[in-house]
């Protein structure tokens, strides 16, 4: 399974960016979003099951919204009132038998 991750770019602080991430196949399990900023481990973001029930990290509550289209085999990651903090690279995963890892997208929070 290959993911092909989209959407990062440069915004600045309060602004919105929406991420994509695309499978090469349909995911019957969890699909996510990961970070990691420079010098820090990656960190779960936001996950989303099969169904839709999804889960966030504490620090993107109320900020950030994932979802997915299983027809298109594509989860979203909706980013609003984005922050400095949010500076990483992101990076889309999915677990089908086995996890899977897209190759990352920058996103740069300016103040």
């Known amino acids: 399974v290959q993911l092909q991750a989209s959407g990062g770019g440069l915004v600045q602080a309060g602004g919105s960016l929406r991420l994509s991430c695309t499978a090469s196949r349909t995911i019957a399990g969890i699909m996510a979003w990961y970070r990691q900023a420079p010098g820090k481990q990656r960190e779960l973001v936001a996950h989303?099951?099969?169904?839709?029930?999804?889960n966030y990290a504490d620090f993107v509550k109320g900020r950030f919204t994932i979802s997915r289209d299983n027809a298109k085999n594509t989860v979203y990651l909706q980013m609003d009132f984005l922050k400095p903090e949010d500076t990483a690279v992101y990076y889309c995963n999915a677990f089908n038998r086995q996890t899977y890892w897209g190759q990352g997208t920058q996103v740069t929070v300016s103040s």
């Open positions: 989303v099951t099969n169904s839709g029930s999804t």
